[in-house]
């Protein structure tokens, strides 16, 4: 863990200086403010904790997980902190603005009321960055910081010698606003308001900043709360609630319908469905028995289970898949903001030509005042408070428009990931299907009436629990209504249901248990389970009364928007490819009917075979993008280049994704990827207008025709530039 960061430049120096010691390969992650190293055995970890130490930052080693508290979301101290700093100095910077720019608001002694309002900020609520610049002058570092730092300072310690040494605080004293050049009046001249309004505005950047970091472990705790909290242990024949953590290897415990499974482990007695979609994708649950291997996480659809213990703690599937998310998001490429890394040139530049300036002026003129006048100019005009404020208020104005069309854009470093990415990975299940089965289709024998077949199949199925009589009762009851009750109700697991409803003895389920009662499909009703099966979807056969009436598909419904979704990816220049834990056929046919080509199908993918997925196509030399929603898919969102997660999704998915699609429709991932490009367009508009105007201004202000206070107009005329550009992307539309 490494503390002290204030940007990105900062973490290449940690990293530059930790590969500089012998067989360390280190990685600096400034958004997760951790440092992934590899070392020799001759290496030590007190070595390379001091290595930081010396380089001006802490660092310590990260607690294992399983003894990390996990922190409120809410508490975030240093963000609060900034915020009351950003908040004080805002309220006391506005009236000193307001009283040198607005001659008029000018009384008498008014200058000493803005020294008493100055002071506070400048000593106060800039010191983050003199803390900032000073380490960094200890270690022969320039940044971001120590041009505030020295800007800021120099127009504080100018109006301090104007007010106490020169006529600047004589009673009376006007300051007027001109935008002529007056180089000999310096002894009367304060700037005060530079002072405090630079301090303020670099505050709301960086505050602005803070608000969009993403926040370290969020993911790993996500995937760690979905296991179960506490379990029943069978003790001596009897049930005993334990906290899930004290299970041991070779622990039998019960499993009740509803109830998560506590720990990866093998069935010793009961039959059930297992819902296994958060953790595998998988849409249809599947049927376990005796024997059977579970896995922690996962949902008891059925009936009661006996499971015995196999694996526990760090050993689990979900403990594996944490620890994947953790590797892929640390092993990104480190973060680097666009203005921290001009920056590292352009500030050691302009502090050597104030310098120059100084001497030029000096040698030239012999004028002390004028002298330091133009290097003071020097100093304001390039205060990169635009520069600080190009990344946060486009990123702000961004993501609040985004946030109004169901988009959540996690930070700047998510813009880079969107203009390089060429592949976007669907994952099928809850991304570009519904996630849930639902009834599709109703094939019948000759005579026989379809309403009648759903009336009789729906209102058995009914009184099932199992995810796909859920959906054949709830598409009946859509269909026809009312259903009758069933009488004789019997649940034969593995095969389907039986019992009587309005006299008839209905039997819903597998074609083999039609063949237990010596029963067969005619073959108008086989060819259509066929091509239902062929299809990838379920086929449940229905008869009454000793004859097979009808045949019935459910499956994962397609959304009625990912055809159209799949057509926008494509005209924004990504090649769509379907990634599925499902079989061939059913990611075949899913394909097919939102337009995605066949040799872009990857199907029969585990969990944790989906990052390999990503990795290879990243190694084929592609920028990826992945769409998913699932516990499964959290490691592959943040090993992707740009993740983009469905917010209809678990809480893990989100959180390691870059991107959040509030509405669950899969439209919006084109919407995403269309305004993150719209913001890194402004952000880089920003940047270079930023620039564009130092480049132009530091020579006018070197030749002496830019005093400080028309220096100060000018940087704030910058700012409001800079922010006016930003509030442009409110006007970003999602494509109808």
Excluded at 111 to 138: D, E, I, K, Y
Aim: overall charge negative; glycine content about 10%.
């Amino acid at each position: 863990l490494i503390g002290g960061m204030t940007c990105a430049s900062c973490a290449a120096r940690v990293e530059k200086k930790l590969n500089r010691m012998d067989g360390v390969t280190a990685t600096v992650n400034y958004a997760t403010e951790k440092a992934r190293i590899t070392y020799p055995p001759d290496v030590e970890v007190a070595d390379l904790i001091t290595t930081v130490v010396r380089t001006g930052y802490t660092a310590e080693e990260p607690a294992p997980p399983q003894e990390e508290a996990p922190a409120p979301q809410e508490a975030d101290p240093e963000a609060a902190a900034l915020r009351r700093r950003l908040t004080v100095s805002a309220l006391l910077a506005l009236p000193v603005v307001l009283l040198a720019m607005v001659p008029p608001l000018q009384f008498d002694n008014w200058q000493w009321l803005s020294l008493t309002l100055t002071a506070p900020v400048v000593v106060w609520g800039a010191a983050p960055f003199h803390r900032a610049a000073w380490t960094n002058l200890r270690h022969g570092a320039a940044t971001m910081d120590t041009l505030v730092s020295v800007g800021t300072l120099a127009a504080f310690g100018w109006s301090l010698w104007a007010l106490f040494l020169g006529d600047a605080g004589m009673p009376g004293m006007r300051h007027p606003f001109e935008l002529t050049v007056t180089r000999t009046d310096g002894a009367s001249t304060i700037y005060l308001e530079v002072a405090a309004g630079v301090t303020a505005f670099i505050l709301l950047g960086r505050y602005l900043e803070a608000r969009s970091k993403r926040r370290a472990g969020a993911a790993l705790r996500a995937l760690m709360e979905l296991g179960a909290k506490d379990v029943a242990v069978l003790r001596d024949g009897r049930e005993v609630r334990i906290p899930a953590e004290r299970l041991a290897v070779g622990d039998r415990f019960v499993v009740r319908p509803g109830e998560k499974i506590a720990t990866d482990g093998t069935v010793l007695e009961g039959v059930s469905a297992v819902d296994a979609s958060m953790l595998t994708g998988e849409s249809v649950p599947v049927d376990v028995t005796v024997g059977d291997s579970v896995t922690g996480a996962t949902v008891n659809a059925g009936g009661r289970l006996v499971v015995e213990a196999t694996r526990i703690g760090a050993d689990t599937r979900l403990a594996r898949m944490a620890k994947l998310v953790e590797e892929a998001q640390n092993g990104n490429a480190r973060v680097q903001r666009l203005a921290d890394r001009i920056s590292g040139i352009f500030v050691p530049v302009v502090l050597l030509i104030a310098v120059g300036t100084f001497g030029a002026w000096l040698g030239t003129t012999g004028d002390t005042v004028a002298a330091f006048t133009a290097a003071v100019a020097v100093l304001i005009i390039a205060c990169p408070c635009a520069l600080g404020l190009a990344t946060p208020t486009a990123l702000m104005v961004g993501t609040g428009r985004g946030a109004q069309l169901g988009i959540l854009i996690k930070g700047p470093e998510v813009l880079e990931s969107t203009r390089r990415v060429d592949t976007v990975v669907l994952d099928k299940t809850g991304t570009v299907t519904t996630g849930r089965m639902t009834l599709l289709a109703v094939h019948t024998a000759d005579g026989t009436d379809a309403t009648e077949v759903l009336r009789l199949a729906g209102a058995l199925e009914h009184a099932s629990e199992h995810p796909v009589a859920r959906a054949i009762a709830a598409g009946a009851a859509d269909r026809v209504g009312t259903l009758p009750a069933p009488e004789d109700f019997v649940n034969l697991p593995g095969l389907g249901v039986q019992g009587v409803v309005d006299g008839h003895a209905v039997l819903v389920g597998r074609e083999k248990l039609l063949a237990e009662w010596a029963m067969e499909l005619p073959a108008g009703l086989a060819r259509a389970k066929a091509d239902a099966e062929a299809a990838g979807r379920t086929a449940i056969a229905v008869a009454w009364d000793g004859e097979a009436r009808a045949v019935v598909e459910v499956a994962d419904a397609v959304k009625d928007t990912s055809a159209e979704a799949v057509t926008r990816l494509r005209a924004l220049g990504l090649t769509p490819v379907l990634l599925t834990g499902d079989n061939k056929a059913v990611a075949g046919s899913v394909a097919a009917e939102v337009g995605i080509a066949a040799e872009h199908v990857i199907a029969d993918v585990m969990p944790e075979d989906k990052v390999d997925v990503v990795k290879r196509l990243q190694n084929e030399g592609r920028s990826v993008a992945m769409v998913g929603d699932g516990v499964n898919d959290a490691a592959a969102l943040a090993q992707a280049d740009l993740g983009l997660a469905m917010g209809t999704g678990t809480d893990a998915a989100i959180e390691a994704g870059d991107l959040t699609l509030v509405r669950g429709d899969l439209r919006a991932a084109a919407d995403a990827i269309r305004l993150a490009r719209r913001t890194l367009g402004t952000i880089r508009s920003n940047l270079f207008w930023a620039f564009a105007y130092n480049i132009a201004a530091l020579p006018l202000a070197a030749a002496g025709l830019l005093n400080p206070m028309i220096a100060g107009a000018a940087m704030a005329f910058s700012s409001v530039f800079v922010v006016g550009n930003s509030l442009r992307l409110r006007g970003f539309k999602a494509a109808n």
